[in-house]
C-alpha cells in the first residue's frame, strides 16, 4: 500500500519549536517532490512547504519564512518540516503529500486537486 504517514505534532507554547516526519510505504520517496499543507480549525487546507527530488530547492509560504525548514532524507525514505517561533496561527493539522512540481503550493493549483490524503499530524500552539 502506497501511503505517506505524518507524525511528531503535539501541544506547544508560543515561541516553541517541532519537527514533523513524513514517512514514505508501500515507495520510494526520492523521486517526488513532497508538500507540507495545513488545515486550520474552519478554514481551507493550505501549502506551507514544498522540496523538490530533482535539485532540493524549496518553497515557503510568506507566513512561515525564516521559521520553518523542510528537508529531506532519501536513505530514510522521509520528509522533515523543522517548526521554531511556533505561533498560535500555525495551529492547525499538518499533511504531507506528493505535490509534482510543487504547484499545489501556489494559488493557481492549491492543494484542493491533490486526492487521498492520510489522516495528517496535530499541531496545537498555546500557551
Known amino acids: 500500500q502506497v501511503q505517506l504517514v505524518e507524525s511528531g505534532g503535539g501541544l506547544v507554547q508560543p515561541g516553541g519549536s517541532l519537527r514533523l516526519s513524513c514517512a514514505a510505504s508501500?515507495?520510494?520517496?526520492?523521486?517526488?517532490?513532497i508538500g507540507w499543507f495545513r488545515q486550520a480549525p474552519g478554514k481551507e487546507r493550505e501549502g506551507v512547504s514544498c522540496?523538490?527530488?530533482?535539485?532540493?530547492?524549496?518553497t515557503y509560504t510568506d507566513s512561515v519564512k525564516g521559521r520553518f525548514t523542510i528537508s529531506r532524507n532519501n536513505a530514510k525514505d522521509t520528509v522533515y518540516l523543522q517548526m521554531n517561533d511556533l505561533k498560535p496561527e500555525d495551529t492547525g493539522v499538518y499533511y504531507c503529500?506528493?505535490?509534482?512540481?510543487?504547484?499545489?503550493?501556489?494559488?493557481?493549483?492549491?492543494?484542493?486537486?491533490?486526492?487521498?490524503w492520510g489522516q495528517g499530524t496535530l499541531v496545537t500552539v498555546s500557551s
Open positions: 503529500h506528493t505535490d509534482p512540481f510543487c504547484r499545489a503550493q501556489t494559488p493557481d493549483w492549491g492543494p484542493q486537486y491533490l486526492e487521498d
Open positions: 508501500g515507495f520510494t520517496l526520492d523521486r517526488n517532490d
Open positions: 522540496i523538490s527530488a530533482r535539485d532540493g530547492s524549496t
